[in-house]
C-alpha cells in the first residue's frame, strides 16, 4: 500500500501478516505503543456501504511495537521508495 504508515506496516508483520487484518486501536506507552488489529470486510449496505468494518471477534490480535521498529520500518520504506 502505498499510503500505509510504518506503525501498520510494523503491527501487520508483527500479527503474522495475515491478509485482511487491519490495526484499529493505537495506544501510546512508554517507548512504543500498543496495537490493537482485527480481520475487516467491506460494508455492502447502508449509509457506510463501501467503508471498512472490523470484526474484533475474528483474529483479534494485540501487538506492542517499539519506536526503534518503527523508525527502522520508516527507513526501509524511504528506501524502497528511492530504488522504485
Known amino acids: 500500500m502505498a499510503d500505509e504508515l510504518a506503525m501498520d506496516r510494523v503491527a501487520r508483520r508483527k500479527a503474522g501478516n495475515i491478509d485482511g487484518w487491519q490495526p484499529y486501536y493505537y495506544e501510546a506507552v512508554s517507548g512504543g505503543l500498543i496495537v ?3 480481520m475487516t470486510y467491506t460494508i455492502s449496505r447502508g449509509p457506510r456501504k463501501g467503508e471498512l468494518g472490523f470484526k474484533t471477534s475474528d483474529r483479534n490480535k494485540t501487538v ?4 526503534t521498529e518503527i ?13 522504485g
Open 36 to 38: 490493537k488489529g482485527c
Open 64 to 67: 506492542v511495537i517499539t519506536a
Open 71 to 83: 523508525k527502522a520500518e520508516e527507513r526501509r520504506m524511504a528506501r524502497e521508495k528511492a530504488n
